[in-house]
């Protein structure tokens, strides 16, 4: 896992787009960020024993309804009330029996803290994605990308994968 800051606190200065951001996909393999040019894309922290763990349902009706438009990343987290304990198997799983979910899904990676991927280093810190700070807060906050890998807005755990706040942008 990447560590975030260098010795000096400094933020890594490599990371000069959000297709430049390497991750592997639940079964390991690297996923290729380019491959969603010309596509928005939601990020999202997931985990399977989270009260918003629902909102799966409503991310894959997205998927299925946007899918010319929008890829969903999927990216299991435990760092909040260890609400995601199993490993890639047991995400798999949960994910296909309970909610079929086909929409893409990374490793299980740190969103927040020294050891954050740096995903979500660049989602979070406008030094790098060029429009907004924040914190994640919980699991189920989304961010969205537009197709050219501008940073282009982030919602909060409440915000239903199928806000209007966020479906206006694919229309």
Known sequence: MATLATPQGDKPKNLKSFYDIKINSLNGKPIDLNDFKDKYVLVVNVASKCGFTSQYKDLQDLHELYKDQLTIIGVPCNQFGGQEPGDADAITSFCEVNYGVSFLMTEKVDV?????????????????????????????????????GNFVDYFFSLTNPSSKKITNYLK
């Open 112 to 148: 927040k803290g020294k050891n954050q991927h740096p995903l979500f280093a660049w989602l979070t810190d406008k030094s790098l994605n060029g429009k907004h700070d924040s914190t994640v807060k919980w699991n189920f906050q989304k961010y969205l990308i537009d197709g050219h």
